[in-house]
Nanobody, 119 residues
Framework: QVQLVESGGGLVQAGGSLRLSCTAS????????MGWFRQAPGKEREFVAR????????YYADSVKGRFTISRDNAKNTVYLQMNSLKPEDTAVYYC????????????WGQGTQVTVSS
């Protein structure tokens, strides 16, 4: 069982930056590929970024490529999402999720953290 808790959301002006954190419980964090997703009001949840369990490969949605960076610190059981050059269209609830090893099936989800970007 893995429990995920996100933090770091808030209100920021367009062009600004935020860093989201997602801290996991349990001792097997390093065995999970981690993803960030977001859901804006009235829209479906969408993929944002993924980092493989081994820490090597990262994947990004085209809409955030070059602006967002996903990283992890296994010693702290934490995955981060550094968000730069934020745009109003980045406004959403951001969720972190865990998938075991190479799986793309995310079995654990956090409760979400709100990110609001004002124009």
């Amino acid at each position: 069982q893995v429990q995920l808790v996100e933090s770091g959301g808030g209100l920021v002006q367009a062009g600004g930056s935020l860093r989201l954190s997602c801290t996991a419980s349990g001792r097997t964090f390093s065995s999970y590929s981690m993803g960030w997703f977001r859901q804006a009001p009235g829209k479906e949840r969408e993929f944002v970024a993924r980092l493989r369990w081994s820490g090597g490969s990262t994947y990004y949605a085209d809409s955030v490529k070059g602006r967002f960076t996903i990283s992890r610190d296994n010693a702290k059981n934490t995955v981060y999402l550094q968000m730069n050059s934020l745009k109003p269209e980045d406004t959403a609830v951001y969720y972190c999720a865990a998938a075991y090893l190479e799986s793309t099936r995310y079995t654990y989800w956090g409760q979400g953290t709100q990110v609001t970007v004002s124009s």
